[in-house]
Nanobody
Framework: VQLQASGGGFVQAGGSLRLSCALS????????MGWYRQAPGKQRGLVAS???????DYADSVEGRFTVTRDNAKNTVSLEMISLQPADTAVYYC??????????????????WGQGTLVTVSS
């Protein structure tokens, strides 16, 4: 099982970026998916999450500017970011929890993290 993120990069304040993440492997269940971020010297924190029914949760700092979506059939999650600010500069990690796999009769359920992608917003 692998969670592969793409997108990110450098943008000026007020600009937009889109992050995407794909969960691959032999899965029988996927719980909430979403994005976290970690700025230099700070702890990793939730940016946005979405469950299988499409219910979303956002950090106060990104509400109204970021939009999280997912495709359950493809096991992908995306984050559309507009009106980016220097304070949004961070490494962004995609996340999926309650990911269920089965191999040789052994069932495993755990969370997965993507490799992280850097978003840099200049003032």
């Amino acid at each position: 099982v692998q969670l592969q993120a793409s997108g990110g990069g450098f943008v000026q304040a007020g600009g937009s970026l889109r992050l995407s993440c794909a969960l691959s492997g032999s899965l029988f269940s996927v719980g909430d998916m979403g994005w976290y971020r970690q700025a230099p010297g700070k702890q990793r924190g939730l940016v946005a999450s979405i469950n299988r029914l499409g219910f979303t949760d956002y950090a106060d700092s990104v509400e109204g500017r970021f939009t999280v979506t997912r495709d359950n059939a493809k096991n992908t999650v995306s984050l559309e970011m507009i009106s980016l600010q220097p304070a949004d500069t961070a490494v962004y990690y995609c996340h999926a929890d309650n990911v269920g796999t089965q191999s040789q009769g052994v069932v495993d359920v755990r969370e997965y993290w993507g490799q992280g992608t850097l978003v840099t917003v200049s003032s």
